[in-house]
């Protein structure tokens, strides 16, 4: 039961707890998850009336939608399944949520390969990428080289305080690029060796603002110093329409031990009186990068300046703000 009395299948919750532990993590693969988690929900659901069945839908997508608040790609996914539910009878409304779900993580893919190939055509033999975090789609355009055969070589930054580079860098040690881990401290320094900087997004605002893991900003406006292009890939999941009527992105909180552990906090107050009590970490998981810092914003539809992003918005998705269990 969910706190409003609906029956939200056991393995709903453990995607949810899942996503809001960040064991599944990264826009993509929540909405990836998300879309499943609503499938089996419709699959388990015991609800005898087609208004109960509903109802739990809609709890279940109340129940993914509040683990984490930042990656669009949640909210939209939910909307998008929710928005296919149809029929008179508990059975074909079953049965929608199902094709739908599965349509949309069969688009998911078609979306990720479609946007690498069109990320890839901006890579060159010889290329050296800097990435920031860990992003299946930045990753996507990347795989798409190498199958190309363009020969290129990645500069990751490990990313603080979660580590999602040492990801990245395992996944494209595995398709053959030569990789140098950096700190993140260091990434002005190694600027100076790379040809681009890619990353993913988790969210798009309107603006062309992209908002993606913490450190993203202070890489871009770097590499602008630097004369280093920067290249954002995101499908278009990660457009977040309520921002066309001014809504703002909330930028995720996460557990100030993450930044500084127990063990951490304590060589710094060892022994002396007092010193914890004014000892503080912050840890914000996003930062929102303007977009004069962006060179392109490399989608399935093709790659646009981030000023333009606003026309594939409305295009799109129209007006649509509804949360997704409000439809
Ligand atoms: O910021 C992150 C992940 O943050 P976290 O690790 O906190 O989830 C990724 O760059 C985006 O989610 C895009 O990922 P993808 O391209 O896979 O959707």
Redesign the pocket.
């Known amino acids: 039961m969910d706190d409003r009395g609906h029956d939200v299948a056991p393995a709903v919750e453990t995607t949810a707890d899942e996503i809001a532990a ?1 064991e599944i ?7 990836d998850a998300a879309a499943e988690a609503l499938a089996i929900q419709a699959q388990r659901s015991d609800a005898d009336r087609p208004d109960a069945f509903e109802r739990q839908l809609r709890a279940a997508a109340k129940a993914l939608y509040e683990t ?1 608040p ?2 669009v ?1 949640l909210p939209n996914a939910l909307r998008y399944v929710l928005a296919g539910m149809d029929g008179e009878t508990v059975a074909k409304l079953r049965a929608s949520i199902v094709d739908r779900a599965g349509e949309f993580r069969r688009d998911l893919d078609r979306a ?1 390969s479609k946007l690498g190939s069109v990320g890839a055509n901006r890579l060159r033999d010889g290329d050296v990428v800097m990435t ?9 355009c990347l795989e798409a080289a190498v199958e190309d055969g363009t020969e290129i070589e990645a500069i990751v930054k490990e990313t603080r305080p ?1 580590m ?1 580079g040492h990801i990245t860098a395992g996944q494209l040690r595995e398709w053959g690029v030569p990789v140098t881990v950096i700190v993140d401290g260091a990434a002005r320094r190694y600027l100076d060796r790379a040809d681009h900087v890619l ?4 969210s798009i605002a309107a603006d062309g603002s992209v908002i ?2 913490i450190g ?1 900003s202070g890489l871009a406006v770097l590499a602008r110093e630097r004369g280093v292009p920067v290249t954002v ?3 278009t999941i ?1 457009l977040h329409p309520d921002t066309m009527t001014g809504h703002t992105v909330e930028i ?1 909180r996460r557990d100030e031990r993450e930044v500084l552990d127990e063990e951490a906090r304590a060589a710094i107050t060892d022994g002396v009186d007092g010193v914890d009590d004014g000892l503080t970490a912050e840890n914000p ?2 930062d929102v990068t303007p977009p004069r810092y962006v060179d392109a914003i490399v989608t399935e539809h093709g790659q646009f300046p981030p000023e333009t992003i606003v026309t594939l918005m409305r295009e799109l998705f129209g007006e649509t703000v509804d949360e997704p269990w409000e439809l």
């Not at 993590?25 to 909405?31: D, F, P």
């Not at 975090?133 to 990753?139: E, M, P, V």
């Open positions: 960040m993590r990264g826009a993509a693969t929540i909405a984490r930042t990656a790609s990720q920031h975090c860990h992003s299946t789609d930045a990753l996507a979660r999602q990353v993913g997004a988790d993606n893991k993203t890939a995101a499908q990660k995720e998981a996003f």
